[in-house]
Structure formats: C-alpha cells, structure tokens
C-alpha cells in the first residue's frame, strides 16, 4: 500500500489475497552499558517523536505509523514462526529436487 500511495506501483494492478496482523518491523537498540539518563532520554525522544514534530514524524513514516512503542522478544515469536515454516519448506523442495 505504501508504494502506491507513493506512486511507485499501481494499486490496481494487485489483488489482497490476505491480511495479518500488524508484524513488527526492525527494533531500534542501544547498549546497556549507556548510562541510565542516555537510555531514557533515547526512549523518551522515540516515544514523544508523534507528538513532539508530528509533520517530521508523518514524513518518517509516510503518514501511516502509530509510533514507537517498547517491545520484548516474545513480540517477534510470529517472525521466529515464519522463519521456521519458510525453513520447513525449503528442506521439503529440495528433498524433492533430489528425488
């Protein structure tokens, strides 16, 4: 959705055969070893980034984010699944293959 509303793609030209829930994207880290002040202060400047410049925001996000929000890793256990299933497959083809 997000190429079209860019116009990079025709959304026309695709059909949603299927929709999920949310899947987390790529987390933002930092060391443990930052001082206590710098690790709240980082979370602080992530989690007010909507409210704080909302237009910088929207531009970062094209429009579309809710925002940032603390995650655990049990939040990707769907990828960790995904990642598994995708594996499964691939061992299954190539046993074919072989065949």
């Known amino acids: 959705m997000r190429m079209g509303r860019r116009g990079m793609v025709n959304p026309a030209d695709f059909k ?3 929709r999920s829930e949310r899947i987390p994207g790529l987390p933002t880290a930092y060391l443990n070893s930052l001082p206590p002040e710098a690790r709240t202060l980082i ?9 704080r410049n909302r237009a910088a ?5 094209d429009g579309q984010s809710p925002g ?7 939040d990707y ?7 598994t299933f995708i594996d499964r497959l691939r061992r299954e083809r190539g046993h ?3 065949s």
């Open 43 to 51: 979370r602080q400047a992530y989690f007010e980034a909507p409210t």
């Open 96 to 98: 074919q293959r072989a």
């Open 68 to 74: 940032f929000a603390p995650v655990t890793h049990a």
């Open 57 to 61: 925001f929207d531009r970062l996000s």
């Open 16 to 18: 949603i055969v299927f």
């Open 77 to 83: 256990q769907v990828i960790f699944e995904l990642q």
